[in-house]
């Protein structure tokens, strides 16, 4: 029999427990499954966390992330790669280290520096270390408006603004940049993607809800599902944004605080039939 599995793409998170399952590495492998990519993990950091928030955090030794990484890119391989929440600065190196020495590559890099609730997902200090050790590295950075203020320096509060302050992360060494519009405040939630040569938008009804815990999370990682099936990177993120869009719009009511997502409304909203009572 011919194996097939060298034709399974297969995707790496690299992130943050989340044990309330709505965000972080959580997030990040039932968006993998729910996209039809097979998720592997290196996990950072434990949190101890639901959906009222961030209640403790355990940063792993940052040899047990790099043995995560090479323990699966040496047996089962990486077809593209995120990270997630990184902790602390040498947890941040090492992983730079290991995607230079394995020439890991697609890599999306999402960012995260503080959850919805507050709480300090990478040191402070660390924030403008991702410039000189990820971001070169990244095929795509996906900030939230905050995050994209924290790396440029710069208030974010018109389009114009936005548009400038992806040009100067590509200029980091980027290859790409989506600056996420949850944040913002209207009747649509629109993302900016700058490739570096022309800027698309990717624009869906806003949802007046309390259920976003991980979206950023589940964008970045079906962005990154998707790169792993080969996907170009604007259609990528096109299939990123109808994905999170779903798991919005479809909350599942969990928890008495800010909830997770529906990682299966997308699948849900391809695969529906309509029942017909006809004989
Ligand atoms: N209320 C909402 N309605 C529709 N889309 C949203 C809403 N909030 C966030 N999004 C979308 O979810 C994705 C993650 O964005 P955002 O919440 O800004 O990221 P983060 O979780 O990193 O703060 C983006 O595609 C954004 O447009
Ligand atoms: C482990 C982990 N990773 C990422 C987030 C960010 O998600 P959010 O901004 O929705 O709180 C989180 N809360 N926990």
């Known amino acids: ?7 399974i793409p297969r995707a790496l998170t690299i992130a943050g427990s989340d044990s309330g399952g709505g965000a972080g590495i959580q997030a990040d492998l039932k968006t993998f499954q729910e996209l039809d990519v097979f998720g592997m993990s290196a996990v950072t950091a434990i949190t101890i966390q639901n959906t009222l928030g961030v209640h403790g955090i355990y940063e792993l030794d940052p040899e047990a992330v790099a043995g995560q990484i ?13 990270t997630g929440m990184i902790a602390n600065i040498s947890i941040m190196e090492i992983i730079a280290d290991r995607v230079k020495r394995h020439r ?15 709480a300090f997902l990478l040191e402070k200090s660390a924030q403008n270390t991702l410039v000189d050790t990820l971001i070169p590295l990244a095929q795509l950075v996906t900030p939230n ?16 603004s936005c548009k400038e302050a992806a040009r100067q992360i590509h200029d980091m060494g980027a290859a790409a940049v989506v600056i996420k519009g949850g944040h913002l405040e209207g009747e649509f939630s629109t993302d900016l993607l ?3 040569e ?15 815990h991980g979206t950023g999370c589940t964008f970045s990682a079906a962005v990154t599902a998707e790169l792993a099936k080969g996907r170009q990177l604007t259609k990528a993120v096109s299939t990123a944004k109808e994905f999170v869009t779903q798991a919005i719009a479809h909350p ?5 605080g800010h909830g997770p997502t ?14 017909s009572d006809s004989p």
């Open 194 to 196: 700058f490739d570096g």
């Open 1 to 7: 029999m011919i194996s097939t599995s060298s034709r």
């Open 145 to 160: 408006l905050p995050e994209a203020e924290v790396l440029t320096g710069m208030k974010l509060n018109t389009d114009e």
């Open 70 to 82: 090479d323990a699966v890119v040496e047996d089962l391989g990486v077809n593209a790669l995120k």
């Open 252 to 256: 599942l009511e969990l928890g008495a």
């Open 262 to 275: 529906n990682h299966w409304a997308f699948r849900q909203s391809r695969t529906q039939t309509v029942i």
């Open 104 to 118: 890991l590559f697609p890599l999306v890099v999402d960012p995260v520096m503080v959850a919805k609730g507050g």
């Open 198 to 212: 022309s800027f698309h938008t990717f624009t869906a009804p806003r949802v007046s809800t309390r259920h976003t």
